[in-house]
């Protein structure tokens, strides 16, 4: 299939038991002699379950790579894994051979995830991030920045001029009454969160260093740089009592 469907050379970019600190995983991907895949394979007809993918994810990050495959045959999974404390990994597409519709414009876009072509184009890191960014977690740190609540506030006090809102008030609507508890709290959540501080700081320095070749005055440049965000200024929902 690597070769047939997903356009790999079965002879020099498709490896069979690729050696791992004294282990073993079934197959790996290589494109001009770099490793991007690893594949574990499992019999066809037996379920994919949690410890396959624990192995799976094991062997990538022995070897350092970003992308595994966990497959039998039928199912294709492919897994984006995380190096942090501790190592995590994310379906980012799950392809079943058994109901796949070749007439279907999205599951063919599926299937391309997976070829060499797409791999060599990034389509897959580019299909990641975009999930990664409409996910209900970056939604929803997104919508308790301090800016987006500022925006609301703006919005409320036009339909509403003789009432005064806070952004206090519209931080506690949405974590009590709107968002989903599961979208706020969690390790996905906390990294939604420190994601965007990290952006939001960077936009910060980026600011504050144009305005600092630009400014004679140094007191404005000193007052300008001292701004930083952090994931803890993200709002976060406390445990329930």
């Known amino acids: 299939m690597l070769a047939d469907i997903f356009g790999y050379d079965k002879y020099s970019e498709i490896t069979s038991e690729h050696a791992i600190r004294g282990t073993y995983c079934d197959l790996a991907t290589k ?21 396959h993918v624990k192995q799976a994810v094991d062997y990538a990050a022995n070897q350092g790579v970003e992308w595994v495959v966990l497959t039998n045959g039928l199912n294709w999974r492919i897994y984006k894994v995380t190096f942090a ?36 184009k990034s389509v897959l890191g580019e299909y990641h991030s975009q999930k990664q960014a409409i996910s209900p977690y970056f939604i929803g740190a997104m919508l308790l920045t301090d800016s987006v609540l500022q925006v609301m506030r703006r919005e409320l006090r036009r339909l509403f001029p003789d009432i005064k809102i806070e952004i206090e ?73």
């Not at 995590?88 to 063919?108: P, Q, R």
């Not at 930083?228 to 009592?241: C, Y």
Request: glycine share 4%; aromatic share 4%.
């Open 85 to 120: 404390k501790p190592i995590s990994a994310e379906v980012v597409i799950e392809i079943d051979f058994h109901t796949l519709n070749w007439k279907n414009g999205k599951d063919v876009e599926s299937v391309y995830l997976f070829c060499k072509e797409g791999w060599i």
């Open 31 to 51: 494109i001009d002699g770099v490793l991007q895949l690893l594949i574990e394979v499992k019999a066809i007809g037996i379920d994919l379950k949690e410890p």
């Open 169 to 241: 008030e519209i931080q506690s609507v949405l974590t009590s009454d709107v968002m989903k508890r599961e979208v706020m709290e969690g390790e996905k959540a906390d990294e939604a969160r420190k994601k965007i501080a990290r952006t939001l700081n960077k936009v910060i320095k980026e600011k504050a260093s144009k305005k600092e070749d630009s400014s004679v005055d140094a007191s404005d440049d000193t007052a300008t740089g001292s701004v930083e965000v952090t994931a803890a200024e993200l709002p976060a929902i406390d445990p329930v009592e």
